[in-house]
C-alpha cells in the first residue's frame, strides 16, 4: 500500500495574510473605481477625437507676401513723428483690408496700426486685425462675429498648450459655432475650437485634469489628491497581481459557471492580470506628470521687450540696403546699445532667413542673431532664477537652479525650422527656433524664438526624464513606428481594457454587499 503524502496547508499567519490582502485590494478598489472610470472615458476620447474626428481649418497659417518699398511710402520714423510717439518697444508690417499697416507697439504694451501711406492711425485697429485674421484662418467672409475678446490668461477652453498670449477669442454665428483664437502681434492662429471639440475639451478638462477642484481649492491641492489616488490605483495593481501570484493554482483550476457572481470574479481576475502592466504605467507616469505641474510655468510672460527710443533710427526703415523683391518683413532688436532692424526675407523651400542691419549706420552683421539669442538666453536665465535687480543681494549659491547657465559654456547651437520627436515637439508651437544647449549639470537647453524675442522652451534632464516617461507609458508614443493611427488604436484597447476591469470589480462589489 502506497504512503499518500499530504497535501500542504498554509499556516493561519499566511491564511491570514491572504485575507487581508485581499481585503485591502477591495477596499483600495472601490476607493478609486468611480476616478478610474472617469479618466479612462476622458483618456479614450484624446487619441479618439485627435485621429478620427479631429477638426480641420481652411488655412492654419498667413501665406506671407513680399512687400515692395511703394507699398510703404512713409519711413517708420516719418509715421511715428506724425503721431508724436519717440518711443516703443517694437513694429512690424501687416497687410490687409486692401492697405498697408505699421503694427506698432506702444511702451504701454497696446498694438497701434497706422497707414504706411497716409500716417493716419486706424480706430479699432487690433480688433479689426483680429476678425481680419480669423476670417482668413477660417476662408469665411460672410459669417457673423458673435463675440470678440482678449484673453490675457489660459481657461478652461483656452488651455496653457496653446501657449500664445495674449491672443484675440472670436465666436462666429455658424452651425459649428466656431471659435477662432488669434494672437495678432505675430498673426499667428493659436487655436480653433469648433462646437465638438469645446465639449471634448470641457469633458477632458473636468474628468482627466480636475479642473473642478481649481474652482473651489487651489492648483497644489488639486494635484496632491491626483497623486493620492493614482498612487492608491498603483497598490490596487501591485495587491490584486500578488492576490493572483498567492491564489493562481487556485484561480488555474476554475472556470467559469452559469452563476453570474463566479463569472464577474473570473473576468475580473483575467482582465485584471492582463492589463495590470498598462495600469501601473498610466498611473505613475499619470502621478508623475501631475506632480511636474506643482512648479509654475511662466514662459508666456518670458519675453523681451526694452523702450527703444526713436531718435536711435537714423536708417529709415524703407530704404534699407536690401533685396526688396525677397522682403517679407521686419522689426527691431536691441542688443546691448546698439539697435537693429531684423528683416525677414524669402528664402529657399518656403523657408525665410532673418538678417540684421544697424538702425544707425546700415551695416549689415552677420553674427548678431547668434550674439542676440545667446543674449537672450542669459537674460530669461537671470529671470528664472531671481536675478533682477531686486534679488541681487542674495548668495549666489541660494540663486543657482539646474536652469542657471551664468558659468555655463554652450555645447551646441542649431537653428529648428520644424519641430523634433524628441524633445522640442509641435506641442512649444513657435518656429523657427534658435536651440542653445549648455553645459550644466542638468544639460539645460534654451530655445529661442529670435522674431518675437520669446522663450520658447527651456528644458533639463528632469524635463526630459518626465517628458519621456509621459510619451511612452501614458501616450504610447513607443508605437509611432506603427504610425499615428495603430499608435491610437492600441492606446484605446489598453485604456478600454482597463476600464472594463474596474466595472466589472464594481458590478462584484455591488454584488457581494448584497
Known sequence: ????????????????????????????????????????????????????????????????????????????????????????????????????????????????????ATAAELANGDVKYAEYLSRYFLDDQKSKVVSSEILTEFDSQYKYVNRYLPVYKLSFERDDAMQVYVETSSSKLATFNPKSRQFFIWFFDVFHNWSFLDAITNNAIRVWIMMLLLSIIVLSALSGIVIYGLFWKVFKKQVPTADATTKLRF??????????????????????????????????????????????????????????????NSSLIQLKDDVYYQVVLKGEEKKTKTIYINAKNGTINKNTELEYVQFLAHHFSDKLNGKAACCDMQEPEERETSTDISEAKILETKTLYDFEKREYGFVNKRLPVVKLAYDTPEKATYYIEPSSSHLAAVITNAERLEGYSFAIFHKFLFMDWAGKGIRDLVTVIAAMGLLTVSILGLLLFLKVKK
Open 267 to 328: 473576468n475580473h481576475r483575467k482582465i485584471g492580470i492582463a492589463v495590470a502592466f498598462v495600469t501601473l504605467t498610466f498611473a505613475l507616469s499619470g502621478a508623475y506628470h501631475a506632480f511636474s505641474k506643482l512648479k509654475p510655468n511662466n514662459l508666456s510672460s518670458m519675453v523681451y521687450e526694452p523702450t527703444i527710443d526713436v531718435a536711435k533710427l537714423s536708417v529709415e526703415n524703407n530704404k534699407l540696403a536690401l533685396d526688396w523683391s525677397a522682403f517679407l
Open 1 to 116: 500500500m502506497e504512503n499518500k503524502i499530504p497535501k500542504k496547508r498554509d499556516s493561519k499567519w499566511v491564511k491570514k495574510l491572504k485575507q487581508k490582502i485581499y481585503t485591502w485590494h477591495r477596499t483600495i478598489g472601490i476607493i478609486t473605481v468611480i476616478p478610474v472610470i472617469f479618466w479612462c472615458l476622458s483618456g479614450i476620447m484624446h487619441p479618439f477625437m485627435a485621429h478620427f474626428f479631429k477638426p480641420t481649418i481652411a488655412n492654419e497659417r498667413l501665406e506671407k507676401t513680399t512687400i515692395a518699398p511703394a507699398d510703404i511710402p512713409l519711413s517708420i520714423q516719418t509715421v511715428l513723428a506724425k503721431n508724436n510717439l519717440k518711443q516703443i518697444k517694437n513694429f512690424r508690417i501687416v497687410s490687409f483690408n486692401n492697405g498697408h499697416f505699421y503694427q506698432v507697439k506702444t511702451v504701454d504694451n497696446i498694438l497701434h496700426y497706422f497707414n504706411a
